[in-house]
């Protein structure tokens, strides 16, 4: 008897150990095309959302495109920089295959480097800043916080 309810203590503890949850981490990163309101004129634009954006001073009116270009789960490792002078953080993302082909076929189109685009963490609009030469293998986003680099960090060794 003495055996089997040491059994059954040990499938016990095995249980509780095994019911205990570790929250996994958790970020939404979105790259979307985006066009200052002002110059958002035709049917291409029909359907983007309006976002008010500042950084500092007075807020600036973009349209963004409804779906987004990259995602999070569109990055395959990311690097991150230390705090830049204004305390935010560079990631620089190395991109999965298929965002590979779909950042090349946007940047064939030359308008679309000099186009803003706006990067949401969260919740949060980043930054609307155009890429300005083609996107290979990387892309360089620019204004994370320091808790969303760890954040980010933590998610990708997770996956």
């Known amino acids: 008897m003495k055996i ?3 059994i059954f203590l040990s499938l016990l503890a095995l249980c509780a150990a095994c019911s205990e949850k570790t929250e996994k981490a958790s970020i939404s990163i979105q790259l979307f095309e985006a066009q200052l309101a002002a110059d958002a004129k035709g ?4 359907g983007w959302d309006t976002v008010s954006f500042a950084l500092s001073g007075a807020p600036i009116v973009y349209v963004v495109a409804s779906a987004p270009l990259l995602t999070e789960w569109n990055m395959a490792a990311v690097k991150t920089s230390q705090p830049q002078q204004d305390d935010t953080h560079l990631v620089t993302a190395r991109l999965n295959a298929y965002a590979e ?3 090349r076929s946007f940047c064939d189109v030359e308008t679309n480097l000099k186009r803003p685009l706006g990067l949401k963490v969260g919740e949060r609009w980043v930054s609307f800043l155009p890429l300005l030469s083609p996107v290979s293998d990387r892309i360089t986003l620019r ?5 969303e680099v760890d954040l980010l960090q933590r998610y990708m060794d997770e996956r």
């Open 43 to 46: 049917d291409y634009y029909a």
């Open 4 to 6: 089997f309810g040491g």
């Open 143 to 147: 204004g994370f916080t320091g808790a």
């Open 101 to 103: 082909r779909k950042m």
